[in-house]
């Protein structure tokens, strides 16, 4: 029960600079992102080391408190806020913000959760190395939160998402015990592989307090194009020549449509049109080496212009430097902000296997049209790992409101598609509240049954993140049927 004794106890326990209590400094702890869930809590709470989580993780395991962990708030799917209820603490963790160490020979490193995931590719990059999670959110999103969500971006296709990307973690557990798991080995088969059970967890089955991360030669070369094509079926072939022909040297491969560059030149300041003529979709392009001398420049471009003969691409920009390879992501990068200007987006996050992409967003694209005319889809994403990032803009002029109050309705048509595919409901994005109930219905039963298992493992009082992930019984289906 949450006591004002409690409290008291878990205040005197972290000292005056370890919580907030504050309506007003509690407040942004109590929204995210989407600005769909508006949580209450009475305290949160910012230990400064490993040791004091476990502290506040005991005291609250005794007093059968919940407990929601919290990095930068930068999460699509609603899992960092606290429920309604305000029978919870938030427990946020930007005071964990050391790196431990460094280890380059070893192409290696250990981060406290609380590190912004800028600062450690930065810290790496002074040591020549690479840390290739890369994302929108990179200057405020922690690598808690990144190993929590089990975060993508747009290295996945060199470098694989965070599950790949982690050696070892530490963790608190539910009853406060820590499990310091920080190996740094690249082979290591001695039974079940347990830091994989916290990675995408979500804040789940306890917290992640440090991470040993993997490391990678420093490109010291890029080349960047933003290439148009018809449709995304050209995009995908295209996709297919691009890796074969570059010495698989590809590091990004994003689709965009139109209507999303559109989106970006109208809304966001310093985007422009890179070419003189408009055309239906758009793949930017990106590759990198640690060679100085691969001669990416004249790969693409002797790759690009052979593909323009082919007519597979209708025409194509090659960033002459970094300030105009730059100015091509700022596209990327608007078009996910700029959407917010156009009114209702109903989001889908979803994964298929990369061969049926196209067809996947054909089919989707014109279900959604004859159950919406006017309806604006914008798919858009890291389709060279079959990632789509499938949201639907309101029709112009709609109500936002009663355009929103569709999203479940609009969700079933595009997911039962994603199923029929084979594919996943969340890519990279993760579960939390936003897709419990999805996840309910499409998950198979023994699936869903495996995970209450560990859950209740790990965390038989259900006090980590309660109400996130796992959906209640009543909202999936039985094992029976
Ligand atoms: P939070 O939002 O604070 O938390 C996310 C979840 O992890 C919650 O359930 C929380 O309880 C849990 N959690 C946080 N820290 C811990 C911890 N230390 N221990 C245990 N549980 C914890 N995501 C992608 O995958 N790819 C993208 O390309 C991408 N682009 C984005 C672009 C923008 C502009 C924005 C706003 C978001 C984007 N995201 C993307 C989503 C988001 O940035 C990621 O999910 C990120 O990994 C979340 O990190 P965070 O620190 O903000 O976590
Ligand atoms: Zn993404």
New binding site residues.
């Given amino acids: 029960m949450i006591t004002d004794d409690v409290i008291d106890r878990l205040k005197a326990l972290l000292g005056p600079k370890g919580y907030r209590d504050d309506a007003a400094e509690i407040a942004p702890h109590l929204v995210e992102?989407r600005d769909l869930y508006h949580g209450k809590t009475m305290l949160v709470a910012r230990p400064r080391d490993t040791s004091e989580v476990a502290a506040v993780v005991r005291l609250c395991h005794a007093a059968g408190i919940a407990i929601?962990?919290?990095?930068?708030?930068?999460?699509?799917s609603g899992?960092?806020v606290p429920n309604e209820d305000g029978r919870n603490i938030v427990l946020a963790?930007d005071r964990l913000n050391r790196i431990r160490r460094i280890e380059p020979e070893n192409y290696s490193l250990v981060a406290e959760?609380g590190c912004v995931l800028a600062q450690i590719q930065d810290l790496a990059r002074s040591h020549d190395r690479l840390f290739p999670l890369s994302?929108?959110?990179e200057g405020s999103?922690?690598i808690?939160?990144?190993i929590?969500?089990n975060?993508?971006?747009?290295q996945v296709l060199r470098y694989g998402n965070m599950r790949e990307l982690v050696l070892g973690l530490e963790v608190v557990l539910p009853d406060g015990q820590i499990w310091d798991g920080l190996k740094s080995l690249r082979k290591d088969n001695t039974g079940y592989d347990l830091k994989q059970l916290f990675i995408g967890a979500?804040?789940t089955l306890g917290?992640?307090t440090a991470a040993s991360l993997r490391l990678f030669p420093l490109p010291l070369e890029a080349a960047t194009a933003l290439v148009a094509v018809t449709d995304p079926a050209a995009a995908m072939n295209l996709f297919n020549r691009a890796r074969g022909a570059t010495n698989d040297q590809l590091s990004a491969f994003e689709l965009m449509p139109r209507i999303g560059l559109d989106f970006a030149i109208r809304h966001i300041d310093g985007c422009v049109d890179p070419l003189p003529d408009s055309y239906p979709n758009y793949v930017l392009i990106e590759l990198t080496s640690s060679s100085e001398h691969s001669r990416l420049d004249s790969i693409l471009e002797a790759f690009l212009s052979s593909q323009l003969e082919d007519g597979l691409v209708l025409d194509a920009v090659i960033a002459k430097n970094r300030s105009e390879a730059k100015a091509l992501w700022k596209l990327r990068e608007g078009l996910?902000l700029a959407q917010r200007q156009e009114g209702g987006s109903i989001k889908h996050d979803v994964s298929v296997p990369v061969a049926a992409i196209a067809d996947f967003i054909a089919e989707a694209s014109a279900a959604v049209i004859a159950r919406l005319p006017g309806i604006r889809p914008v798919p858009f994403g890291h389709v060279g790992d079959g990632n789509v990032h499938f949201n639907l803009s309101q029709p112009e002029g709609a109500d936002r409101g009663e355009f929103l109050s569709r999203w479940g309705e609009f969700n079933r048509i595009v997911h039962d598609i994603v199923a029929r595919y084979n594919g996943s409901i969340s890519a990279?994005?993760?579960v939390?509240r936003l897709r419990r109930e999805e996840l309910g219905h499409y998950k198979a039963p023994i699936e869903l049954d495996l995970m209450r298992k560990i859950k209740a493992a790990l965390d038989p009082d259900g006090l980590m993140?309660p109400g996130?992930i796992i959906p209640e019984i009543s909202e999936s289906k039985s094992l029976e049927t």
Avoid: F, M
Wanted: glycine share 34%.
């Fill in positions: 992102q929601v962990p919290q990095g930068g708030n930068t999460g699509l899992g960092g963790l959760a994302l929108g959110a999103c922690q808690g939160g990144n929590s969500t975060a993508g971006g747009v979500e804040g917290i992640v996910v990279e994005h993760g939390g993140n996130k």
